[in-house]
């Protein structure tokens, strides 16, 4: 049999749905690993975010999902995604969504339960509440709501003033990588209230005893207060112990269910302080950072790119690209960031390195 030339053997090779794994050598090596960005990383600045937030609290907008709920009134989920140029649809990272959503006194947005997970950041205003699973969490600036998967959930305002918080969700992972994603209302509209407010808090044992045996959740609503995690970050800054050379003031929320990080088995959460002037060292990891500056202002450099920041301001670090984060001269910056490496640890997939000139 004589030999096939190599352009034939591929064209009956492509026809049958294969090609040769040296076909795909060079488009690996387009994938950016190469820890610099040929552009500056997505970031969406407070002062462009809020004006349009605000604005969209006054126009009539259908977001509702199934239109045999809303009985109330309510709207389904006033909330503006981040989405940059070129991401898969409705992603922020390859794995996680990230949004911002306002809710106005006395409006409810219905329930409804998914596949992928939620975490909610407060921003600003208090007053507005998720419920989860029928138990009421009220919302203050600075707290952290999760919302794990397939838990009924429905947000309303009790009080006087508009809420915005930032939504970060697995949504990416869950839905362009595993189609396994799932969405329902839940029947009738809203949820009954069927749990005191302080419920989950109560059952997790605020500290260190809670009742033998009786979790089997691998994660539950929890509302971890600002109230509470602030002075951890001021205690932590001034014994001075704990300061990272790449991170600064590093706090992870950890899942009281199982003692340990991370906040939900998809998405870590952390509040970092950078004390006024600190400039951190430069590295790189294989897992992708949503931060939202909560307090002051500095700057990072993500892939070679200076970019400053301050409060209300979202940026993005993508994987295995270099950075480092600074806080301005007079002023501590402090940083909420939601990553993915919770996906990444299980199955041994996070890798982390110091720059060889760790300064630049
Ligand atoms: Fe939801
Ligand atoms: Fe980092």
Redo the contacts with the bound molecule.
């Keep these: 049999m004589a030999t096939a030339t190599l352009e034939s053997f591929l064209e009956r090779l492509h026809a049958i749905n294969m090609i040769g794994l040296w076909e795909l050598y060079p488009i690996y090596a387009q994938l950016p690993r190469h820890g610099r960005l040929e552009s500056p990383p997505p970031m969406w600045r407070w002062r462009d975010v809020h004006p349009l937030l605000l604005e969209s609290g006054d126009i009539a907008i259908d977001s509702r999902r199934d239109s045999t709920i809303n009985a109330r009134g309510g709207v389904e989920r006033r909330n503006l995604v981040m989405m940059p140029q070129g991401a898969p649809v409705g992603a922020a990272t390859v794995t996680m969504s990230c949004g911002v959503q306002y809710i106005k006194p006395g409006e409810t947005a219905p329930a409804h339960r998914h596949d992928p997970a939620a975490i909610r950041f407060i921003i600003e205003g208090s007053g507005a509440y998720t419920s989860v699973e029928g138990e009421k969490l009220y919302m203050e600036p600075g707290d952290l709501i999760l919302t794990p998967r397939w838990t009924w959930h429905e947000h309303g305002n009790d009080g006087h003033e508009p809420v915005i918080w930032m939504d970060g969700l697995d949504s990416p992972f869950v839905m362009n990588y595993l189609h396994a994603d799932f969405w329902e209302p839940y029947p009738g509209g809203y949820l009954p209230v069927s749990h005191p407010v302080g419920y989950t808090r109560r059952r997790v044992g605020a500290g260190l005893v809670r009742p033998v045996g009786k979790i089997r959740e691998r994660a539950l609503p929890i509302l971890y207060p600002w109230s509470e995690v602030y002075p951890e970050l001021l205690h932590q800054k001034e014994s001075g112990e704990n300061l990272d050379a790449?991170?600064g003031i590093n706090l992870e929320y950890v899942n009281p269910v199982t003692g340990a990080g991370p906040t939900l088995p998809t998405l870590s959460c952390r509040m970092q302080l950078l004390p006024a002037g600190f400039e951190s060292q430069c590295?790189r990891?294989t897992s992708s950072?949503i931060y939202r500056v909560f307090r002051g202002r500095g700057w990072s450099e993500v892939g070679g790119h200076r970019v400053e920041w301050e409060a209300g301001d979202c940026f993005l670090?993508p994987s295995w690209i270099w950075?480092r984060h600074a806080a301005s001269a007079g002023e501590d910056a402090i940083l909420f960031a939601m990553s993915d490496q919770a996906l990444l640890d299980p199955f041994d997939l996070y890798h982390e390195e110091a720059a060889p000139d760790s300064a630049s």
């Design positions: 790449f991170d590295h990891h950072f670090v950075h």
